[in-house]
């Protein structure tokens, strides 16, 4: 029976992680960071502009999590490597690009386009 139970529980956790805000808050990610304003590092949404909001800049962003190029954010403070699994890393990415900036234009109703310039990204 705790056999079972265990696999079951297991089987859970692993088919329903937890969502980019979760491991926002969980890693803690607020001290450097917030979605509409620099803090040490950079906003989501200058992160958000840099990279863009394809399934490239989310896998990008995610290595980026995992292994930081300080050279990239010239001026911002050293953001320490994450050793996260790289689904963790995605979901995360995932949150800083797209869902943390959808969340800024409902409460703000700014047109967030312009603040990212779709031009501009990086594809």
Not at 2 to 25: D, I, M, P, Q, Y
Not at 49 to 71: C, D, F, H, M, T
Request: hydrophobic share 40%; proline share 7%.
């Amino acid at each position: 029976m705790k056999r079972a139970t265990l696999l079951v529980f297991l089987t859970f956790n692993l088919s329903f992680g937890l969502s980019g805000e979760e491991l926002f808050v969980k890693y803690n990610c607020a001290s450097c960071h917030a979605p509409d304003r620099r803090v040490v590092g950079p906003s989501f949404l200058e992160i958000s502009k840099k990279y863009g909001q394809s399934e490239k800049a989310i896998e990008k962003v995610a290595r980026l999590i995992i292994k930081p190029r300080p050279e990239n954010w010239p001026g911002m403070a050293y953001m320490p490597p994450f050793n996260i699994p790289l689904d963790e890393a995605k979901a995360l990415a995932r949150y800083v690009l797209i869902e943390s900036v959808k969340n800024i234009k409902k409460e703000k109703k700014t047109d967030v386009e312009e603040i990212l310039d779709l031009d501009a990204q990086f594809h």
